[in-house]
């Protein structure tokens, strides 16, 4: 079991509203991700992090923000949240270094925005 | 464009049976290629990991193969069980940045009846 953690798990919150996904991760990696999923649709990449005080827009245009304070901890942001933003969103680290080591991945966390 | 596609989207089959899963990606550079299990609500778990120089790996009832000069990989699964029910997901690692950029198939939804 990866030593990465989300929360909440499910969240639903009304149009206009401020959220933050949290994503904590024990495994001392440097490199973070967040990704977004549709059900039955691939993961894209939204944001990413090389390590504290790197963040980076991933390959997925997104109205959400993101900050690496702490090597264990990337929060995701939305300063108000639209129905368009119904989707999960899942967070993952890895090492740096070689393209080979594995990403791991949280639970996820399912929003709808009503 | 670097794409990963997977097929069949969905697959049915019958406890204790067999069944195999494609993967055709157009990604390059390569670096590596990964099989992730999904189970519903939750985040991708790695089964196997394919380097370039690698054709076969097996973790347990799962065999993955790579054809790098085909890019092709599969997936095989043996004696399924109601847990293999799942969506397995391919995943392309590209060496040609500093992120190892992972791209990602739509998954195949597998579902094991008793």
């Known amino acids: 079991e990866a030593d990465i953690y989300q929360t909440p798990r499910y969240l639903v919150i009304g149009t206009g509203k401020k959220i933050t996904l949290e994503c904590s991760q024990t495994?001392?990696?440097?490199?973070m991700y967040w990704y977004q999923q549709d059900p039955g649709m691939e993961l894209h990449l939204i944001h990413y992090?090389?390590?504290?005080?790197?963040?980076e827009k991933g390959d997925l245009s997104s109205e959400s923000t993101v900050s690496r304070i702490r090597t264990e901890h990337f929060p995701l942001t939305l300063e108000s949240a639209r129905p368009s933003h119904t989707s999960q969103y899942l967070c993952a680290s890895s090492r740096r270094g070689s393209s080979d080591t594995e990403a791991f991945f949280g639970q996820g966390t399912r929003l709808t925005v009503v | 464009k670097n794409q990963v596609e997977q097929s069949p989207q969905s697959l049915i089959i019958l406890e204790g049976k067999n069944c195999t899963l494609q993967c055709n990606y157009t990604v390059s550079p390569f670096s590596n290629l990964r099989w992730y299990k999904q189970d519903t609500g939750r985040g991708p778990v790695s089964l196997t990991i394919m380097t370039f120089s690698e054709n076969t790996k097996s973790n347990g009832r799962y065999t993955a193969t790579l054809d790098a000069d085909t890019k092709q990989s599969s997936l095989h699964i043996t004696a399924s069980q109601l847990s293999d029910s799942a969506s397995y997901i391919c995943v392309v690692s590209d060496r040609g940045s500093t992120l190892g950029r992972l791209y990602f198939g739509r998954g195949t939804q597998l579902t094991v009846w008793p």
């Open positions: 495994m001392g990696h440097d490199k």
């Open positions: 992090s090389y390590g504290v005080n790197s963040t």
